[in-house]
């Protein structure tokens, strides 16, 4: 057992505590965190030194308190992960699927199952976490209610699945990011992130992205989010295929950042080969 | 008055709801929505003529359902308008703020306040829309509860604004776009909004900004989201000024049409002159 806890935003029997348990396969202790905020803060005053957060969601695109935290603090991403997520049905022990009169969960989680909740016939709720949704199911002891989460939070909470694999669309998976406060070394099959500001779209977004293409780096994600000084002035982020350390990459990193007012990299990190 | 009402999601007393009053200058009635999604909906079933739903705003960024419903629907993009958000801790009739434990509302709205809510000291609990916490404040008659919500929404439930403007960063707009099922004429002062699949990120969606730039068109927004049908592939949205009649924009869209599977032109509009 890893002998220092890595923390989760969420309640325990949350996917994010799964993204935990796969990345340590089992090895690591979690510690939970209400927020993404405290997340970050107590890796920043070292109460924790690895967390894991989701950064993106492959039905409902980027998590962008996520993205936020990462442009404010000093925290590193040393590493990237994919979660497969499956949606079950759970309540209380012995409920049947037609005594269910109110299913509670997360709105994208409830979105996701839209159409099998609409053949049900249900009222839907939506709560703040799926897991905190299965623990809410369980104390208020509501027999004609249900909650959406994973199989894990059931068994976290002891209830029971009614129904595995509820999900309108399969093909549901959320990236995570690890992260601590140090950097990583590169190891010849890495990826790396890096925010930039444009206060003009059209040249300078226009003039980076040529950067990468003159030098064959292949980018893999970009993603806009404002400033919150300048109404409709963004930073972009950008994920590429290389280490920073790189000969290719520390060239277009000088060319960047001679030409933006800000160029921040939040981290190189081995990629995984995303075979989904 | 406007003889045929214009849709809005939300509860009456919504920041949409205002959005409407001042697009139209009062003019206009107003029909409630519950999700975006109904919204969308009553105009592709003409059930309305006109609705005003948020794309964006200055501190959270896009409301990517927007987004996503614009990509599935037929609706076009008839103009823009920019609304001042002023958030009010709202409370029943003589309440004083000493008196407040517990404040609902919109997690934004929320998060928008948090400096403020931390001296105040008291619990928050999120709710899923900012009017529709005043009403539920006011239906369960309690006294040591507050809601932040617009003026507006104060008025129309009949409860005191304890205090206004309360929000930690003052510069706080939302941006909305005027739907319907037709397309509006050129007035030399417009905007286009377009979707572009780029499966290969750095290949298309850097070609596709070189096309705009060689022709001098202004990049006003772009924004990425998930094609839910492969994961980590990326629909590209894209705002620019002109409108998809002029000679250089129908020259750039033909071009762009012929590289790409796929381009959606989701209207031409006129622009608002954005002095925030």
């Known amino acids: 057992m890893n002998s220092n806890p890595v923390g989760f935003q969420g309640e325990i029997g949350s ?41 993106e969601n492959s039905l409902e695109g980027s998590v962008t308190e996520t993205y936020d935290l990462l442009l404010r603090s000093t925290v590193k991403v040393n590493g990237e992960m ?63 209610s249900a909650a959406i989460a994973s199989r894990a939070a059931a068994e976290t909470y002891d209830m029971d699945v009614i129904e595995e694999g509820i999900a309108d669309e399969e093909s549901n998976y959320t990236r995570f990011f690890l992260l601590s406060m140090r950097e990583v070394e590169p190891t010849g099959e890495d990826k790396t992130s890096i925010i930039f500001s444009a206060s003009h779209v059209p040249g300078s977004l226009y003039r980076t992205l040529e950067d990468f293409a003159n030098r064959g780096i292949n980018l893999t994600k970009i993603e806009s989010r404002p400033t919150r000084q300048k109404p409709w002035e963004y930073f972009f982020f950008l994920d590429f295929e290389g280490h920073k350390d790189d000969k290719n990459c520390r060239e277009v990193l000088e060319t960047i950042s001679k030409r933006t007012d800000f160029l921040k990299i939040i981290g190189s990190y081995p990629r995984v080969k995303e075979k989904v």
């Not at 927020?35 to 967390?51: M, P, S, V, Y």
Request: net charge positive; charged share 25%.
């Open 82 to 144: 994919i979660l497969r997520i499956v949606h079950s049905l759970i309540g209380h022990h012995g409920v049947r699927k037609e005594d269910i009169r109110t299913v509670y969960s997360h709105p994208q989680a409830l979105a996701q199952c839209r159409r099998y909740l609409r053949v049900l016939g249900v009222e839907t709720i939506a709560a703040y976490d799926t897991a905190g949704s299965v623990k809410m199911v369980k104390e208020r002891n509501a027999r004609d």
């Open 15 to 55: 996917y994010s505590e799964e993204a935990v348990g796969k990345y340590f396969r089992g090895k690591a202790s979690t510690v939970p965190h209400k927020t993404l905020h405290d997340l970050f803060q107590a890796l920043e005053n070292n109460e924790i030194e690895q967390a894991l957060a989701p950064i």
